[in-house]
């Protein structure tokens, strides 16, 4: 069927539909959505949380006990077994809602024509019968009859699997044409690999093509991530040595102490549960959820969750210019042309201002020179400007904005220029060629108008309007007036013309080339973001190295350079000199240099693999679909949330929703937050099992009376596990994250310093155990108040120490770390009220065998813990004045290289 006949069958038009008619047509034929992915059901989600090897071994020694007739050891077991199942079921439950609401801030929009004017709306607002416009690098929303295209090629490898992009048509094509042949169609969920294109709605949500073969775009987010596989590992092995160490000591027990065997397995039943970190899986999980709602409030959308850990570790932060590091409110600031340079008011979107020539007010349309370059910046634009809620906003590229309201500053008003010069054809700007060019109608024939990089203008033009008339171009000259605009900060373009007959219909690169009219430059500003400059300090002070990669002229990217002191003296390479490099030598000068301007996205791909070959960990910023090779080797790729394409967010780990590079610096701080407080989980975690096993451990190979029984210290890993280890799921950052360099990427979970820790904690917690049990003997205690009184030392132990483990780079004895978080406060709370039940609660006291304590007692429970935190704090300014001490020295021998 020929376009006509579709628009008429569809009731439409190339104005579009009426807002009232779209209206109706969606509550007719319902959002364009797909249906969505089955998910699993509550109950096998709660199931799943048992399918852990660290589960399995605490299900068996449950069994065991229930064998051997301890009804309540057993019900104490399955409790802890229990309670971490619930936990895990909650916060696994919370962090897939996040991870929806996060998705549901990427969802993809499409733009519409609507009652005649573009505009953007949520893809899911498509409804058969729009008029949809598509661009390089975006998403097909809905299967379209195409109406016009322009070079447009549409990877359609979901539906047909070809790998080569097929190129489209406004020609009918046979109504048996296989889906792959039908080049006049473009189908929903499919890309736009290159050129432009219009095209009507004809299928939306389940009766697109994708619908109908039930594909769902984007399957939900797996909560795995290579560090929680790395836990699962450390599990096993843990679980392995757990099980090795419980056979020694029940062989030391039996053959060596004479234990009674059903004693001896209670025991080992107790150090099994003990020492196991049954909730360390979950309070992981609940961590990395945790940071990316963090970020996603602070405008990072992260949508791969290993992101979130590989933040922490980047070095290298390759950011562009426009919009991220600047404001990307583009503004005409001067125009230069034969007759002189023009200043023109006014800052933003804003139509107020005027052009003044040497202080004096202009009229454009008595000027002819003037007026013919604001008709072409008018013509050669396809942004569209708006006033929503009282603001001036536009709708396309901000510097077309810019020229658009230039325009309307000269007096010219858009809609009117526009429709009395109707567009014919036109070239889109691309990166390759540099330019755009549109093709007119005027009275009695038409104009060529083209935009672009002055240096490919230039080459382009013959020669140069002014109001006495054309001159030849003075080459030299306007080179010269691009380096002093561009060395002042501003964003240089040409403008060019060339009047053309009737009868061409169609515009060819090939044409273009030579015999164009320059009408003159134009400068423009971007101001850089306030919040740019102090997030750039903030990555100075944390070791990250800024490059900026940008398609820019080198002067306005040295000039932005500076203002934001991206480095103390920032070194510029463009494009052409990476092209003469070789790998060896790109490899030395991305290390060097701080600015790359008149760049194209095959840089941005040679560059991340030349930082990446030192060693370094790079976060690489990108928006076009040239870009989505350059974003995937990146080690983390974040694209623009604002005017990044489809194909760059698809490519990336993380969407930025405000493209401001303040928000990438947020992320990096939160990513280091993230693994700070995995660290703190593991390091409060291993130490306290560790402590609460070699209790019972001591007591079978050096003959000592148990200081807790075994079921004793199932209660405290019920506890603590769950009202104090998950607390650290929530710490905020500690003051000076971003003054230390950035992590190591391939650092392990468990380092020399943490295993020191490990050992060193556990120690002194069996040591509090076994000593405040020996004071309650020497005071006369009866064996179950000393025991009672070491249960109440190892909880106040670990209460103590979680106050420590809060501040792993810095002491914790001031007025915040002792204060603590709304988190750490509620732990405490919860686990002092459970242990006033354990201690003089009747039932409490005849399951666990406990006697009520009185202040001395408490006081000496709690003073163990009190005493802990100080030989923690000692052995930490200890750890960090002897590193002090070595920094120096590290200085003296030089800076030690990466390997290469």
């Not at 447009?152 to 046979?174: F, H, M």
């Not at 096993?693 to 075994?710: D, E, S, W, Y």
């Not at 988190?823 to 354990?838: C, D, E, K, P, R």
């Amino acid at each position: 069927m020929d376009a006509e006949a579709v628009l008429r069958t569809l009731a439409s038009s190339p104005h579009g539909l009426a807002t009232e008619e779209a209206a109706r047509r969606l509550s007719t034929h319902g959002p364009n959505r797909l249906p969505k992915a089955r998910r699993r059901s509550d109950i096998a989600r709660f199931l799943s949380q048992f399918h852990n090897v660290l589960i399995y071994v605490l299900l068996a020694a449950a069994a065991v006990t229930l064998l051997l007739d301890h009804l309540t050891d057993s019900l104490v077991i399955a409790g802890v077994v229990l309670v971490n199942a619930i936990v895990g079921f909650i916060q696994e439950g919370r962090a897939e809602r996040s991870i929806d609401a996060i998705r549901a801030m990427m969802d993809p929009h499409a733009s519409v024509m609507r009652s005649g004017h573009r505009i953007s709306i949520p893809a899911e607002d498509v409804v058969p019968g729009d008029i949809v416009l598509l661009e390089a690098g975006e998403r097909v929303p809905a299967d379209l009859r195409l109406l016009r295209t322009h070079n447009l090629t549409i990877d359609e490898a979901l539906l047909t699997g070809e790998s080569v992009a097929a190129t489209k048509q406004v020609e009918p094509v046979a109504a048996t044409a296989t889906l792959g042949d039908r080049a006049s169609a473009a189908y929903s969920g499919s890309l736009v690999a290159a050129g432009h294109g219009i095209g009507v709605a004809v299928a939306t949500g389940r009766s697109t093509e994708l619908g109908r073969i039930s594909t769902m775009i984007g399957a939900v987010e797996s909560l795995a991530t290579p560090l929680m596989r790395a836990m699962d590992r450390l599990a096993r092995q843990a679980s392995a040595a757990i099980l090795g160490l419980s056979a020694v000591v029940f062989a030391v027990a039996v053959l060596w102490r004479d234990y009674n065997p059903e004693t001896a397995l209670m025991a080992v039943v107790g150090l099994a549960v003990a020492a196991i970190p049954e909730g360390l899986p979950a309070v992981m999980t609940i961590t990395l959820a945790v940071g990316v709602r963090r970020m996603a409030r602070r405008n990072a959308i992260i949508r791969r969750l290993p992101a979130v850990e590989t933040l922490g570790a980047v070095s290298v932060i390759c950011s562009d210019k426009t919009g991220t590091l600047t404001r990307n409110e583009m503004t005409v600031c001067n125009l230069y042309t034969a007759d002189g340079a023009v200043t023109v008011e006014g800052v933003g979107f804003g139509a107020q201002g005027g052009l003044l020539r040497d202080g004096m007010r202009l009229d454009p349309a008595a000027d002819p020179l003037l007026a013919e370059l604001l008709r072409a910046a008018l013509l050669c634009n396809d942004a569209q400007l708006h006033v929503r809620d009282g603001n001036p906003t536009v709708d396309g590229d901000p510097m077309e904005g810019a020229l658009l309201v230039l325009a309307v500053k000269g007096g010219l008003d858009p809609a009117r220029v526009r429709a009395d010069h109707p567009r014919r054809d036109e070239i889109p700007f691309d990166a390759r060629h540099r330019y755009m060019a549109s093709l007119n109608a005027t009275d009695g024939g038409q104009v060529l108008s083209v935009k672009g990089a002055p240096e490919r203008i230039l080459d382009m033009c013959a020669d140069v309007a002014a109001t006495a008339g054309r001159r030849p171009l003075d080459r030299t000259a306007w080179d010269a007036t691009t380096r002093l605009a561009a060395a002042e900060g501003q964003r240089v373009i040409a403008l060019a013309f060339r009047p053309v007959t009737a009868s061409q219909a169609r515009l060819s690169p090939e044409a273009m080339e030579t015999g164009l009219t320059l009408l003159g430059l134009v400068g423009l500003i971007d101001p850089a973001r306030p919040e740019a400059e102090v997030a750039v300090r903030d990555c100075r002070a944390a070791g990250i190295a800024l490059k900026m990669i940008t398609g820019d002229h080198a002067e306005t990217a040295r000039a932005i350079a500076a203002r934001l002191a991206l480095a103390d003296d920032p070194q510029v390479v463009t494009g052409a000199d990476l092209d003469r490099l070789d790998d060896d030598a790109l490899r030395a000068t991305a290390r060097s240099t701080t600015v790359f301007a008149r760049t194209t996205p095959e840089h941005k791909l040679r560059l991340v693999s030349a930082l990446q070959a030192d060693g370094s960990v790079v976060a690489m910023t990108g928006d076009g679909v040239n870009d989505a090779p350059a974003l995937k080797r990146a080690d983390i790729g974040i694209a623009m949330g604002g005017k990044g394409t489809e194909a760059a967010k698809e490519a990336s780990e993380m969407v930025l929703a405000d493209d401001n590079f303040a928000t990438i610096v947020a992320a990096v701080r939160e990513g280091r937050t993230v693994f700070d407080n995995l660290t703190k989980v593991l390091a409060w975690s291993l130490p306290t099992n560790g402590g609460e096993a070699l209790t019972i451990v001591f007591a079978v190979l050096f003959g000592l009376t148990l200081p807790v029984t075994p079921i004793q210290i199932l209660w405290v890993n019920m506890v603590t596990a769950v009202a104090l280890g998950l607390t650290l799921a929530f710490e905020p950052t500690e003051p000076g994250t971003m003054r230390r360099a950035p992590r190591p990427p391939g650092a392990p979970l468990l380092s020399a310093r943490l295993i020191w820790q490990l050992v060193f904690v556990s120690v002194l917690m069996a040591a509090g155990a076994f000593g405040v049990h020996a004071i309650a003997g020497a005071w006369g205690r009866d064996a179950e108040t000393a025991r009672t009184m070491a249960v109440n030392a190892l909880v106040a132990m670990e209460v103590f120490y979680l106050f420590s483990v809060r501040f792993i780079h810095g002491t914790s004895l001031t007025l915040r770390g002792l204060v603590g978080t709304q988190a750490v406060l509620l732990g405490l709370v919860g686990v002092t009220v459970a242990q006033i039940a354990f201690t003089y609660l009747p039932p409490m006291q005849t399951i666990f065998a406990t006697r009520p304590l009185g202040v001395s007692e408490l006081a000496l429970a709690v003073g163990a813990g009190v005493m802990l935190l100080f030989v923690v704090e000692a052995e930490k300014r200890l750890f960090r004045l002897r590193n002090h001490a070595r920094r120096p020295a590290a200085h003296k021998r030089g800076p030690r290289r990466k390997p290469e």
